[in-house]
C-alpha cells in the first residue's frame, strides 16, 4: 500500500501558475506509476498527466503545452507545474500511485483544491 499527500493547491487569476506536490511513502517501489487525475464538479475524474520511474509521461491532451510533471525518485516525489491557468482547470487534483499510465491505480491522495479565476 501507498501513502499519498498532496500540496500546493489554491486560488489563481486566469493565465497565473501552481505549482502541486505529492510525497509518497509505503510501499512506492510496488508503483511504476506516479499521476495526476483531477474531478470538476459534476464531471468524472480525469487524467491529467503521468509519468514512470523511467521518465516516460503522458498528458491530457487539454493541458498539454501547459502542465509539466516532474518525478523524483530519491524524495518519492511527483510535482506538477500548471502554467497558462484556465477556468476550466478548475478541479480538485489528486495524486495517483499505480501501474499504468492511463487508469489509475487503487492508491489516492486526499486531493488539493485548484481554483482559476476568471
Known amino acids: 500500500q501507498v501513502q499519498l499527500v498532496e500540496s500546493g493547491g489554491g486560488l489563481v487569476q486566469t493565465g497565473g501558475s501552481l505549482r502541486l506536490s505529492c510525497t509518497a511513502s509505503?510501499?512506492?517501489?510496488?508503483?511504476?506509476?506516479l499521476a495526476w487525475y483531477r474531478q470538476a464538479p459534476g464531471k468524472q475524474r480525469e487524467l491529467v498527466a503521468s509519468?514512470?520511474?523511467?521518465?516516460?509521461?503522458v498528458y491530457a491532451d487539454s493541458v498539454k503545452g501547459r502542465f509539466a510533471i516532474s518525478r523524483d525518485i530519491t524524495k518519492n516525489s511527483v510535482d506538477l507545474r500548471m502554467n497558462s491557468l484556465k477556468p476550466e482547470d478548475t478541479a480538485v487534483y489528486y495524486c495517483?500511485?499505480?501501474?499504468?499510465?492511463?487508469?489509475?491505480?487503487?492508491?489516492w491522495g486526499q486531493g488539493t483544491q485548484v481554483t482559476v479565476s476568471s
Open positions: 495517483n500511485a499505480g501501474f499504468s499510465q492511463f487508469r489509475p491505480g487503487d492508491s
Open positions: 509505503g510501499s512506492i517501489f510496488t508503483a511504476n506509476v
Open positions: 509519468i514512470t520511474r523511467s521518465g516516460n509521461i
